[in-house]
């Protein structure tokens, strides 16, 4: 395992600035690209993409290979999702839809050893196949291993003191789609998001923990930058892929229509 990895957890912990993207497209390149060009994390989005365990898998390892920490967005907040990521070798887990203190507390038992209730097994790849004894696996991995709570529900935001306040949780994400969706039938939702996001600026400085976005634009970053976001997520390989492929085939085009107009 690379320092870089190892150290993903102290550096989410500590605030420090780290840039990532969503992986939805089920292939090892990506990632390997990702890491090649200074990103420090990718999220496995299990959640909203075809990804099965075997694929989740790979993507993990070519991580490993790239020097770039792998993230998971799990399907759910089930133990059983959480347990298989991290035992693939994940340095942490994505978690959506955490809206009270009790899933958040059940999050962090699924993903700790001595705190939490982790199934136990040292001989997959967080365990390096079994090289290392009992009590070193579980130290080990209850300090590597990244916990961050998806706050995107209004019920998240009222209780969000109460989830922030979970030991062991190591931050959360502010889902702004998602709680725009949810409040999409009022008529000031873009207010209601803006409000919600200030709200959990807030508390995670009272508590103490890392909160972490994605943002809309380079000055939409600079903003919640300031109002104490430190991990940001880039869009997606899907999005990048969109985007170059829309402007090159703009430029192709714009320059042979100007050679049938001469």
Known sequence: MSTKRLEFSDRFRSGETLYGTFLKVPATMPAEI?????YDFVVVDEEHSPFNRETTDRIILACKAAGIAAIVRVQSNAAAHILSVLDCGADGVLVPHVTDA???QAIVAAGRYRSGKRGFA????????????????????????TI????EDPDAIDNIDEILAVDGLDG??????????????ASDAPALVRKATETVHAAAARAGRTVAILPGSPEDAATQFRAGSSAFIIASDQSFLRSEAMQAHAQMSDAVKQVTTE
């Open 172 to 185: 959360v994400f502010i889902g702004r789609g998602d709680l725009g969706a949810a409040y999409a039938g």
């Open 34 to 38: 990702m890491g090649s060009l200074g």
């Open 148 to 151: 961050i709570a998806m706050i």
């Open 102 to 104: 009790q899933t958040a």
């Open 122 to 145: 040292p001989t997959t790849r967080a365990g390096d196949f079994g090289r290392v004894g009992q009590s070193e696996h579980m130290e080990t991995e209850d300090h590597r291993v």
